[in-house]
């Protein structure tokens, strides 16, 4: 078996790693009972000689190096397929494909909002991601990320509209899963997992008012539990 490498962001109070995406890659390899070592990274520099966009997860599987989550999930998926991630009914896996990129590009900004936009959170956030990092080397970091939401768009939203905004994204999850286990049917798929590292890593202690949104609606909560159940050793 070639050897599987995860680097990623590094760990906060409860996730393995602070980044959803590096959390998709944790729980597919967990779901195919794939072996890995999780490398921590904190070097721009290192992580830019792994991938030249400078983000991460990225993925070492024998001598390839993957990255971007979806791109590594498809490539586990190709040389470990079962159990799958991608359904095999052709309507079904593009649903699973575009709920995956609605996790990623949207549900996303919500958690990049509360995490870094809203300040008190950000300092507990901070706190955790970048311990022993002097603050105003912190706030430097926060001021590209918001910076960076503004040109996303959700920046530009107040707190409560942002709010606003994820109550109706989560209250949508919830009419989906209402009379589903999970997103495309009754196996895991990538929705789920794409989806559900979103909404996982919003239900923190960190992001109380987040946390308290998605722990109102009980098919979700019903689901992440199913999540857990299926990625767990
Ligand atoms: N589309 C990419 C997104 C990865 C991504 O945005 N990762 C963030 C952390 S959550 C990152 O590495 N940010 C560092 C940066 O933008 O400099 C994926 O699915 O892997």
């Known amino acids: 078996m070639d050897k599987i490498t995860l680097y990623q962001w590094p760990a906060i109070t409860g996730l393995e790693s602070a ?9 597919a390899l967990a779901y195919k009972r794939l072996v890995f070592d999780p490398v921590t990274m904190a070097d721009r520099a290192a992580v830019i000689a792994l991938n030249p966009r400078a983000k991460l997860p990225a993925l070492k599987y024998g001598d390839n190096i993957i990255s971007d989550s979806t791109d590594i999930i498809r490539f586990i998926e ?6 799958r991630l991608y359904p095999t009914d052709p309507a079904a896996r593009a649903r699973a494909i575009i709920l995956e990129d609605w996790g990623d590009e949207s549900l996303y900004w919500h958690l990049v909002y509360e ?49 606003a905004k994820l109550g109706e994204a989560l209250d949508a999850l919830d009419a ?11 196996e895991l798929s990538v929705a789920d997992i794409g989806v559900g590292a979103e909404i996982h890593g919003l239900d923190l202690p960190l992001t109380p008012a987040a946390s308290a949104e998605v722990r109102k609606r009980a098919n979700v909560m019903r689901w992440l539990a199913r999540i857990a159940k299926a990625v767990s050793a």
């Open 19 to 27: 980044s959803p995406f590096c959390m998709k890659i944790h729980w």
């Open 115 to 163: 995490r870094w936009q809203i300040e008190d959170q950000y300092d507990e956030y901070a706190a955790q991601l970048f311990p022993g990092v002097p603050r105003q080397v912190q706030r430097q970091f926060r001021e590209s990320v918001v910076q960076g939401l503004y040109g996303q768009g959700f920046g530009r939203m107040t707190v409560e509209q942002h709010r």
């Open 176 to 186: 989906t899963l209402a009379d589903a286990q999970f997103l495309c049917g009754n």
């Open 78 to 83: 190709e040389r470990h397929p079962e159990p």
